[in-house]
């Protein structure tokens, strides 16, 4: 069970990073 959750904090981290990334290419795009 523990490390299901960790597996789960690890994606959300790895997704909010994303789009973030995401986010400033779409501004320097602009």
Known sequence: MGQKAEEQ?????????F????NMTRK???
């Open 9 to 17: 904090r690890v994606s959300t981290v790895k997704t909010s990073t």
């Open 19 to 22: 789009t973030r990334d995401m």
């Open 28 to 30: 320097l795009s602009e």
